[in-house]
């Protein structure tokens, strides 16, 4: 049977992809809607065929309590209200699958896995391009040394950005600028591809003077993460820099390439081998497939036969974890540790 989703926020990311994604899922179905725009959410009901009765309003999202033909919210409203409404959700006995990043703050994230694990319910961080295939590729390249030891990874997300009214920069909504919105996917991508965990991290952060798109958040991080193995990764991240979403790893014996590696489609995975004094480049065609419909499927799996997400809640403490210290490096000017907790997510 298909696994049945509510979708909770009917913005740019649930109407563009994720519920025209669902419609091509194999394991997971929309059955219903969740907004405060009656006319948006009945035109939306219309075209996917929702019934009357499967719309709800923010005031009465906690009545699918009572609805069996829901199994998972999907949380896709601005980062502060995640918290809130992934708690309301698990009280509603229903799983979760929450949008990046995570929530506001590592505390917050805390909270949303002890109401999920209180509740008996399953619960996943929206982490798409852990189930890309040319990023997992990858990954599987790097775990088995193809291209010798990684040395150093350079990631880059950047893009430009033109609303100062959108609650992207308002930081009581979106918790932070550049770094949780799309620095985050250079930070969750370098330790997914490595299978470590940065122990210290120093960092750089900045804004223009005067840019009505930076009152309140920030518009550039850039920064250092430093791995057990040896391994540095410069990352770096700005809202006002045109469109560039890339990481490279270099290693002894070659490199990998990955550009528009977080974008919604169109990777291109190149590498490079050492060969004498020679290299050999090569491009990997791997197959497109639609990532959130991957993600969505494999958290539908999860539920049909009881295993943990890929990237469950822990996943995205991990990363909040890390990002605060990203931000306390850069006000204080020197690197801050990341010390390994228990309840966090951590490879190696
Ligand atoms: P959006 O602004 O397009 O949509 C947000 C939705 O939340 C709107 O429908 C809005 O009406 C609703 N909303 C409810 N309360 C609100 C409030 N107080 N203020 C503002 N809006 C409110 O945003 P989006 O781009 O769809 O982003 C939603 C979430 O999805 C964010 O957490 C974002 O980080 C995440 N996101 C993830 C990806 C990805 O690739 N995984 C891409 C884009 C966005």
């Known amino acids: 049977r298909r696994v049945r989703y509510a979708v909770v926020g009917l913005g740019h990311l649930a109407l563009e992809e994720i519920i025209p994604a669902l419609f091509a899922c194999k394991k997971s179905k929309l059955t219903a809607l969740v907004s405060d725009s009656p006319e948006k959410m009945q035109k939306v009901a219309r075209q996917y065929g929702i019934k009357a009765e499967n719309c709800y309003t923010y005031q009465t999202y906690d009545k699918l309590k009572d609805n069996m033909e ?10 502060s209200l995640h918290k809130e ?75 430009s950005s033109a609303n100062p009214a959108h609650w992207r920069h308002k930081i009581a909504l979106a918790g932070g600028g550049a770094l949780p919105d799309i620095g985050l996917y250079c930070l969750n991508t370098t330790r997914f591809i490595l299978g470590e965990e940065p122990t210290e991290v120093f960092a750089y952060q900045y804004s223009t003077p005067g840019n009505p798109l930076f009152t309140e958040v920030e518009e550039l991080v850039s920064w250092q993460m430093r791995f057990p193995s040896g391994v540095i990764a410069n990352c770096s991240t700005d809202y006002n820099v045109h469109e560039s979403r890339r990481y490279r790893v270099m290693c002894d014996r070659g490199w990998l390439n990955m550009d528009k590696a977080y974008a919604y489609k169109g990777q291109k995975l190149t590498t490079a081998k050492a060969d004498g004094k020679m290299e050999k480049q090569e491009e990997i065609g791997l197959a497109e497939i639609n990532q959130f419909g991957a993600e969505m499927d494999h958290f539908s799996e999860c539920i049909l036969k009881n295993k943990r997400p890929f990237t469950p809640g822990e996943e995205g403490l991990q990363d909040h974890i890390i990002m605060e210290a990203i931000y306390k490096s850069a006000k204080e000017g020197k690197p801050a540790k990341i010390v390994k907790r228990a309840d966090a997510n951590t490879h190696g």
Request: proline share 5%; aromatic share 8%; charged share 25%.
């Open 70 to 79: 829901v199994d998972v919210i999907y949380i896709v409203l601005p980062n």
């Open 85 to 159: 409404y992934v708690i309301r959700g698990a009280k509603a006995g229903k799983h979760i699958l929450c949008e990046k990043p995570m929530a506001i703050s590592a505390k917050e994230c805390e909270e949303m896995i002890a109401a999920c694990n209180k509740a008996n319910v399953k619960l996943m961080v929206a982490y798409r391009i852990q189930y890309q295939p040319h990023n997992r590729k990858l990954r599987d390249l790097v775990k088995d040394k193809t291209f010798g030891v990684p040395k150093f990874v350079e990631a880059c997300n950047s893009q």
